[in-house]
C-alpha cells in the first residue's frame, strides 16, 4: 500500500512539472505577424490578450528582412521611444524567455511606417 501511494505520489509530481513546462509562443501566431501596418496592432494585442504567459515561457519572433524587437518601459511604449530600450534584439529569428512576471511591452526598433515608432 505504501509503494503504491508513492508511486502516486511520484507520478503526480512528474504530472506538475510536465504540466508547468515552458511554452513558446510564436508572436502574433504566425510568421511576420510583427512586420504589420499600424492599423493591424489591435491584431497583436488581442492576440497578447488572449494568451496566458509564464515565468520561463518564451516570446519567439519570425520574419524576414533586418528588424529588431525593443523591450521597453510602459512609458517608451506609449510613446514609442526607442531611444532607451530595457533590452534590443535583432534578426530574423528573435526568442525572449519571460524571465519575471508582469506585464512586458516590445516595439520594433524599426523606424517609420512598417515599425512602431
Request: glycine share 12%; proline share 3%; hydrophobic share 40%.
Amino acid at each position: 500500500m505504501a509503494a503504491a501511494s508513492l508511486y502516486f505520489s511520484v507520478s503526480l509530481l512528474f504530472l506538475l512539472c510536465g504540466l508547468s513546462a515552458a511554452k513558446e509562443y510564436l508572436v502574433g501566431g504566425s510568421i511576420n505577424s510583427w512586420t504589420v501596418s499600424s492599423s493591424s496592432l489591435r491584431v497583436l494585442n488581442h492576440w497578447a490578450e488572449a494568451n496566458r504567459f509564464q515565468v520561463g515561457d518564451s516570446l519567439v519572433w519570425r520574419f524576414d528582412g533586418k528588424a529588431s524587437v525593443l523591450e521597453v518601459t510602459r512609458e517608451a511604449y506609449l510613446a514609442c521611444n526607442t531611444s532607451s530600450p530595457i533590452a534590443e534584439h535583432g534578426g530574423g529569428a528573435i526568442t525572449v524567455r519571460l524571465r519575471r512576471s508582469g506585464p512586458h511591452y516590445f516595439i520594433s526598433g524599426r523606424r517609420g511606417p512598417a515599425g512602431r515608432g
